[in-house]
């Protein structure tokens, strides 16, 4: 009895490693340093992801860290499959990439949507409440007139729990993007 091979989609298999390097210029050299290695040179305004949603989540942290630094985002995205460690000691000494990550085989990318899945549910959780502060603070500033009469004490202590709220949701997305960081810095060696 023969047994059919299970054909895979295009798209479905993912390489053993991808190094993601950020610049706002393409290095002419990045042939020669990554040598045998799969490269892929991307204009970020112009790329709308298809079949690679490591790229998409990856991009997303860069323009968080850009903001975070207050830096203008970068333009070009330069991904390396299956990179070797010389070849990024190399990229790293031409000074041209500033951001580089790098997600390893399949735990690696289970990590990623994982980290990406929670930094996207803080941002929205983030966004319910800035929308539900301004509602209750609404709420405080129409309850000093006269029928309701709130207690101004009752007041300055409502936005003081709002605050404590909002800078327990910002302190857990610094920590999501801290482990983000740290689990996919790329390995020089190997």
């Known amino acids: 009895m023969r047994t059919r091979v299970k054909k895979h989609k295009l798209g479905s298999t993912k390489p053993a490693s991808q190094l993601f390097l950020f610049s706002n210029k393409l290095n002419r050299n990045i042939d020669s340093y990554f040598s045998g290695n799969v490269i892929l040179e991307i204009k970020l305004s112009s790329y709308d992801y298809p079949y690679h949603d490591e790229a998409k989540k990856v991009v997303d942290f860069m323009n968080t860290y ?6 203008k985002p970068y333009k070009y995205m330069t991904v390396v499959l299956n990179y070797k460690a010389t070849g990024l000691t190399l990229t790293t000494l031409s000074g ?10 399949s ?28 509602c209750t603070l ?3 500033h129409i309850s000093k007139s006269e029928p309701i009469k709130l207690p101004e004490r009752t007041v300055v202590s409502l936005k003081n729990q709002l605050k404590k709220t909002e800078q327990s949701i910002l302190k857990s997305m610094s920590t999501v993007l801290a ?8 390995s020089y060696r190997k």
């Open 96 to 105: 041209e990439y500033d951001y580089p990550i790098a997600v390893h085989g």
């Open 107 to 134: 735990v690696g990318y289970k990590q990623l949507a994982t980290i990406h899945s929670a930094y996207e549910m803080l941002k929205k959780r983030l966004s319910a409440f800035e929308h539900y502060t301004s």
């Open 66 to 71: 850009c903001k975070s630094r207050a830096i």
């Open 179 to 186: 482990t983000f960081h740290k689990k996919f810095q790329p």
């Open 138 to 140: 609404s709420y405080a």
